[in-house]
């Protein structure tokens, strides 16, 4: 018990906030979608109940991504998250498939729907909420890459580093990007429809929400379905490499792989270096180049293999094709 604890004291902030945020939203706008029959608060109601569930999993598998490796899983459990995020995704995705029927269906018979007081109090309040999270998720995003910013830096730089984000970061501030967005939406419909005859303005706005909750849906979906896989980093394997390349006994890279597990990034590199070297002298260059790359963020754990300098450098060609290709 003490074990599980102490694993969910790692999980993901933002996402444990987002979860329990939405969980209250989405029961105050069901309070309201029942007492109004607002078809645009129904599609926000999903939307968010949708948005809890998913974050709630993707803290729970965020936490369970840090469990040690054991004797049956050597390898670690880095990649849970991304297994989770794909579970995850099917809910939203069921959640998104309500949305748009249920707006379709608004758009096809419009009927007007009443409580407009309590549609723009709850959708104000939720939009508020929903920013604060989303606030959150942004500033989760630069101290994930060790960056800081202020004021409306904040959410250009947050967008900037979106992809060096942890999968479960991602996620959130995607999320609610398009929660706050679907609200505002709403607002809008119910103030048309409410000022106007044009009740199929809140039908509109339930299938446009539906259609974003699908947008996200895909892109968390392919983003997770190649960290389950194991997808290769080729930003940091730069980076390693040219950090390798300092050591003064290290003559050239013959292979070098970062593969990236979850949250956690995994090296392998195979270093040429003089074939007149002892043992010993091996063990310090491998020693001082695991402690240089354990330095950088998110390394969970390096390999080192050595080979006798061939004269070919492959480093130098390897970065030209990278930088050709950019």
Known sequence: MIDIIKLLRQGNKSAMLAAIVNAVISIIKGIAF?????????????????????Q???????????KAP??????GFGRVVNLVLLGAVLIVG????????EGFHHILKPTASKGFVINIIVLGAAVLLESFVLFKAMKEILHEVGDEAKGPAIFLKSVKYLGKAKPATKLVF?????????GLLAIIAVIISHFTSFHQAEGIASVII???????????????????IGEADEEMEMKI?????EDPSVKDIQDITV????????????????????????DDIKDRLEERIMAEKGIADVIIEFDEDDGVNNWEEEKKEVIDEK
């Open 70 to 75: 054991t004797d049956r899983f050597p390898n």
């Open 34 to 54: 029942f007492l109004t029959g607002n078809i645009a608060m129904f599609a926000e109601t999903m939307h968010s109940l949708g948005d809890a569930a998913n």
């Open 241 to 245: 490499g040219n950090i390798v390349m």
């Open 210 to 228: 539906g259609i974003m909750m699908f947008i996200v849906v895909g892109k968390v979906f392919l983003d997770n379905a190649a960290g389950a």
């Open 174 to 182: 995607m999320e609610d990007t398009v929660a706050t967005a679907g």
């Open 94 to 101: 069921i959640m998104s498939y309500e949305t748009i029927k």
């Open 56 to 66: 709630f999993f993707v803290f729970i598998g965020s936490a369970l991504s840090k």
């Open 259 to 282: 593969v990236k597990e979850g949250e956690e990034l995994h090296v392998e590199v195979e270093i040429e270096v003089d074939p007149s070297l002892t043992v010993a002298q091996a």
